[in-house]
């Protein structure tokens, strides 16, 4: 995959497989878990709670025993908590769940969308390539630019920078990133891909590439 590849990708599904060994399972962890939280409406309730739980055992806040005591009982009945079943996998090939999840949330949005399949096959397709292109959008804020890594320069870590990365972070609310650039710039921050990133007008997910720099995430 070369780099305007990457950069203009709608389909997350080579993306994924270019970038495997490349990103912690902690991100691919994440990847899934965003994708399934597009389509919450879509979710059973019970499965709501195996999500976030997915998402916890990511950052290490649960462990994946526990996870698992979550979903006993938990049966996936359709795509859309069949995508939470594979967020909830375990780390040993998380490229697979990762697809996985956002193959049956892509699936899931066509089949609420489009009534009717297979007869309705070409709009069905439709609806789910939207879907899958949103995705990819979402795998890049995870995971930037792989073909230009950002380091972190010490000098931007002010307190004002890690406490705003912290409360989106912990908050899922990204609203403040515009501000954080502004941080960022006051703090001595010239790289336009930081900067840039903040102040795009796109939606940002729990494990984005510049929150985690930030934070020493990986």
Same mark, same amino acid.
């Given at each position: 995959m070369t780099e305007q590849e990457w950069l203009t990708a709608t389909d997350p599904t080579p993306m994924l497989r270019f970038i495997k060994g490349k990103t912690s399972n902690r991100k691919l962890r994440?990847?899934?878990?965003?994708?399934?939280?597009?389509? $919450?409406?879509?979710?059973?309730? +019970?499965?709501?709670g195996v999500l976030e739980a997915a998402e916890?055992?990511? %950052?290490?806040? *649960?462990?994946? %025993? !526990?996870?698992? @005591?979550?979903r006993v009982g938990a049966d996936p009945v359709h795509d859309g908590t069949m995508?939470? $079943?594979?967020? @909830?996998? #375990?780390?040993?090939? +998380?490229?697979n769940n990762a697809d996985d999840a956002a193959g049956y949330a892509a699936q899931a949005v066509a089949r609420e969308v489009v009534p009717g399949y297979p007869e309705n096959l070409a709009a069905w397709q439709a609806a789910r390539g939207?879907? !899958?292109?949103?995705?990819? #959008?979402?795998l890049r804020d995870i995971l930037g630019n792989p073909f230009h890594p950002v380091i972190v320069v010490p000098m931007w870590l002010t307190s004002t920078v890690v406490v705003l990365a912290r409360q989106m972070y912990e908050s899922r609310d990204f609203s403040a990133m515009p501000i954080l650039a502004d941080a960022l710039q %006051?703090?001595?921050?010239?790289? %336009?891909?930081?900067?840039?990133?903040?102040?795009?007008?796109?939606?940002?997910?729990?494990?984005?590439?510049? *929150?985690?720099?930030?934070?020493?995430? !990986?």
């Open positions: 994440l990847f899934a878990v965003a994708c399934c939280r597009r389509i $919450e409406r879509f979710i059973y309730p +019970p499965w709501h916890q055992v990511a %950052d290490g806040v *649960i462990r994946h %025993d !526990e996870l698992l @005591a979550i995508a939470v $079943e594979a967020a @909830a996998m #375990t780390d040993h090939f +998380p490229i939207c879907e !899958e292109g949103a995705q990819s #959008t979402v %006051d703090a001595g921050c010239d790289n %336009d891909d930081v900067l840039n990133h903040c102040r795009n007008p796109g939606s940002h997910v729990r494990g984005c590439w510049v *929150i985690d720099l930030l934070l020493g995430k !990986e």
